[in-house]
């Protein structure tokens, strides 16, 4: 019943930059905590970066000054805007969301699919 789709992925070369979207649909009636996760195989799902409905960040600290999280809470959406991208940066970028569906209950954690960066040196 919710969907989070991310988008923005794909090929840059290294110092270049890319913009994840991730746009949450379905039967929502709020949206907490969104958030940024990476992957490369082999290895866990690592924090990149969150933000609070109201808007207050965290960030991993080797991104810090490189890359910079927001959202619309009108779109439910979550952008990840990333730059100066080393070929380290190179994972599957998964989207969270914290989301209430229904009155009584918490919010669950949703994911999506995941977008390919891959940071060429």
């Known amino acids: 019943q919710v969907q989070l789709v991310e988008s923005g992925g794909g090929l840059v070369q290294a110092g270049g930059s890319l913009r994840l979207s991730c746009a949450a649909s379905g039967s929502i009636l709020s949206i907490n905590d969104m958030g940024w996760y990476r992957q490369t195989p082999g290895k866990q799902r690592d924090v990149v970066a969150t933000?609070?409905?109201?808007?207050?960040?965290n960030y991993a600290d080797s991104m810090k000054g490189r890359f910079t999280i927001s959202r619309d809470n009108a779109k439910n959406t979550v952008y990840l805007q990333m730059n100066s991208l080393k070929p380290e940066d190179t994972a599957v970028y998964y989207c969270?969301?914290?989301?209430?569906?229904?009155?009584?209950?918490?919010?669950?954690?949703?994911w999506g699919r995941g977008t390919q960066v891959t940071v060429s040196s």
């Open positions: 933000i609070t409905r109201g808007s207050s960040t």
């Open positions: 969270n969301a914290k989301i209430l569906t229904s009155y009584g209950s918490p919010f669950y954690d949703y």
